[in-house]
């Protein structure tokens, strides 16, 4: 595929469950960014992979949020226990270098009940 | 704190009329900015970007503007077409590992 793709593209989840999203990034992109965008809002920053190595985890709001990118491709953000505030739609991006143009999947919505 | 902010939460136009979409920014060491679409259902799409060292940069049928004096950003979109409808962000970026920081966005309807 050309771009980047996010599965599920839906995901509804009880109170208390445990939750993986999966990205796919545009091949050979270095740079993965996950961000979560909640309802009427803009995109806020999860967490950021050069390769597969993750540089910054400084918008994961609690310890119940983990993201890897093990051999540097493909990337899997885990929410445990999930709450009803982690509904919202989670965002993944690839970009071919730090600061280069960055380019979005489609998301995934979470609902939590 | 750092944000990045827009002046109008709605926009409503006419067709073939040009379209004005504002941002106003507060870090003034962020040196990287982009506009992005998002229709309903789909991740943003980039538009257009300009970087610190410039104050304007045209593409197809869009300019972006930026005054760095107010730090303000402003996205044209000339000829809007029903196409068009869609919630605009503004973001920057100033760190070296480039995420993104996003405003609330605007929402832009095209009337026919």
């Known amino acids: 595929g050309a771009g980047v793709s996010q599965s599920p593209r839906y995901k509804v989840a009880k109170r208390g469950q445990d939750v993986a999203l999966r990205c796919d990034p545009i091949?050979?992109?270095?740079?993965l960014f996950w961000y979560q965008q909640a309802l009427g809002q803009g995109p806020e920053f999860l967490t950021y992979f050069q390769n597969e190595a993750q540089l910054d985890k400084s918008g994961l709001p609690s310890d119940r949020f983990f993201a890897e990118r093990p051999e540097g491709s493909v990337s899997t953000l885990k929410i445990q226990r999930t709450q009803q505030e982690d509904s919202a739609v989670y965002l993944c991006?690839?970009?071919?270098?730090?600061?280069?143009?960055?380019?979005f999947g489609p998301g995934t919505r979470l609902t939590v009940t | 704190g750092e944000s990045v902010g827009l002046h109008l939460p709605t926009l409503s136009v006419q067709e073939g009329d040009n379209s004005i979409i504002n941002c106003a920014y507060s870090n003034s060491a962020s040196d990287y900015f982009i506009w992005y679409k998002q229709e309903s259902g789909k991740g943003p799409q980039f538009i257009i970007d300009i970087r610190s060292n410039m104050d304007k940069r045209q593409g197809q049928r869009v300019t972006v503007l930026l005054n760095k004096t107010v730090k303000h950003l402003s996205l044209q979109i000339a000829a809007t077409q029903p196409g068009d409808s869609a919630v605009y962000f503004c973001a920057e970026a100033g760190g070296s590992q480039g995420n993104l920081i996003f405003g609330k966005g605007t929402k832009l309807s095209v009337k026919p």
């Open positions: 091949s050979g992109h270095v740079s």
């Open positions: 991006a690839s970009s071919l270098k730090d600061d280069g143009e960055q380019y």
